[in-house]
Nanobody, 125 residues
């Protein structure tokens, strides 16, 4: 069964850090770009970051540049999102997805229907 599972979310104070993991099963992640999205209550799902598979070029939404770092471990079949200097506006459910290639706009993969449960990130004092 092809599946992506997100983990690592939690409650953290402003300025804190979290590391999210995206674990793939049923397929080999190294052939795909990995994208991270987030969705806050009442808002649309937005692209956060993407990392290509061939050259590991990374892209970030302006709102997270300089604070978040995306990475991948092809040997472990996982992707990660290191989130530092977290802000209350980062509060959302975070999802990972795969795509053929990254683009600067970090768009939703066309026709993608393999979303996992996501992992909740709450930034609050």
């Amino acid at each position: 069964q092809v599946q992506l599972e997100e983990s690592g979310g939690g409650l953290v104070r402003p300025g804190g850090s979290l590391r999210l993991t995206c674990a793939a099963s049923g397929f080999t992640l190294k052939y795909y770009a990995i994208k991270w999205f987030r969705q806050a209550p009442g808002k649309e799902r937005e692209g956060v970051s993407c990392i290509n598979n061939r050259d590991t070029t990374a892209y970030y939404a302006d709102s997270v540049k300089g604070r978040f770092t995306i990475s991948r471990d092809n040997a472990e079949n996982t992707g990660s999102l290191q989130m530092n200097s977290l802000k209350p506006e980062d509060t959302a459910v975070y999802y990972c997805a795969t795509d053929v290639v990254c683009e600067a706009a970090i768009r939703l993969p066309y026709g993608y229907d393999s979303w996992g449960q996501g992992t909740q990130v709450t930034v609050s004092s």
